[in-house]
């Protein structure tokens, strides 16, 4: 079903005060417990480690998804419970072994808590659950929007399983959003933080030929978008959040040596990162054309939709 932006403009949340968040302390989700917290809500942080009680407001409690183990009680009657855990695909190289782990750590984490919704005598009236825009594989330089097809290979039929277990809670009555997250720039963890110091050392450089997309996004436009999912009654449905404004490898290279002032003249050839990275060498090889299609269809404004500008203030001051 679809709505028009005039109705959603008044459809602003505000009695949402009880939220649950699994993935709480990684990237993303360190950021959007802050703001959280900073907009009064009491957040409930789902974690493998010990239970600890922050404050009055934040709230950590243990869980282990593959166990099945989940403080059902404790968060029965949230109002939204927001999904973003998943092991960082980054970490190592991808032998079976861990690619077992980034499969689990996405399909029992998210199926645990529609399981959990099931047990609850009051369901939470919505559920946001991450995804990524690695759904639609190596698109070459074709454009991708939420409805574009799957592509092909083990990160599309990972992400294809993901939506599929998150989906089960809209059949329990309950409001889905499924995000689907481009790479998020951030000085603090995830691909930039690990591009910067070659890139500052003057080593920095094309992959591959270059041509391959990069659909990315400002971490605060990425807790901008998942606020506005939560706040929003009458939206849901598959939504594509990365910046209006893809690029490619090369440019992307190009923009983040002229933000740090030096020079991008080097680069690494596609046998080379095959031959470093093996499998996990698709992440960067590989790339997609992505466009937020459903989000500016619905008058979500991006704070960065431009990639230098976005650059600029995420190294400001470092």
């Known amino acids: 079903m679809d709505f ?66 989940i403080p059902v009680a ?25 690619k077992r782990i980034i499969v689990d750590s996405r399909i029992f984490s998210t199926r645990c808590l529609v399981k959990a919704c099931e047990k609850m005598a009051k369901r939470p009236k919505t559920f946001i659950s991450a995804s990524a825009v690695g759904f639609f594989g190596d698109a070459g330089e074709k454009s991708c929007v939420e409805d574009s097809p799957k592509g092909t290979g083990f990160l599309p039929d990972l992400c294809e399983s993901w939506e599929r277990e998150a989906s089960r809670a809209q059949d329990l009555g309950i409001r889905t959003v499924i995000a689907r997250l481009g790479v998020v720039l951030s000085k603090d963890g995830g691909a930039l933080a690990q591009m910067l110091p070659i890139f500052r050392w003057g080593l920095g450089g094309t992959l591959g030929n270059g041509k391959q997309f990069m659909s990315w996004i400002h971490i605060d ?57 093996g499998e996990m060498s698709q992440v960067v090889l590989s790339g997609q054309k992505v466009l937020p299609q459903k989000c500016m269809r619905f008058g979500f404004q991006f704070s960065y939709p431009n990639l230098h500008s976005a650059l600029m203030q995420i190294l400001k001051n470092s």
Not at 75 to 82: E, F, K, V
């Open 221 to 277: 436009d990425v807790v901008k978008a998942l606020d506005w999912f939560l706040n929003r009654d009458k939206i849901s449905g598959t939504f594509n959040v990365t910046a209006p404004s893809p690029v490619s490898n090369k440019e992307f290279t190009k923009t983040l040596g002229d933000v740090l002032k030096r020079p991008t003249f080097m680069f690494v050839p596609k046998f080379a990162l095959k031959k470093k990275l």
């Open 4 to 69: 028009s932006v005039n109705n959603l403009n008044n459809e602003m949340r505000s009695h949402c005060v009880k939220i649950v968040i699994a993935g709480g302390t990684g990237l993303v989700g360190r950021k959007m417990v802050d703001k959280l917290i900073a907009d009064g809500h009491t957040v409930f942080v789902l974690s493998r480690s010990e239970e600890k009680i922050i404050s009055s407001n934040l709230t950590y409690l243990k869980w282990d998804p593959e166990k099945w183990q």
């Open 74 to 98: 404790e968060i029965d009657g949230c109002d939204a419970i927001i999904n973003l855990a998943g092991a960082n695909i980054n970490d190592q190289k991808w032998d079976a072994s861990f």
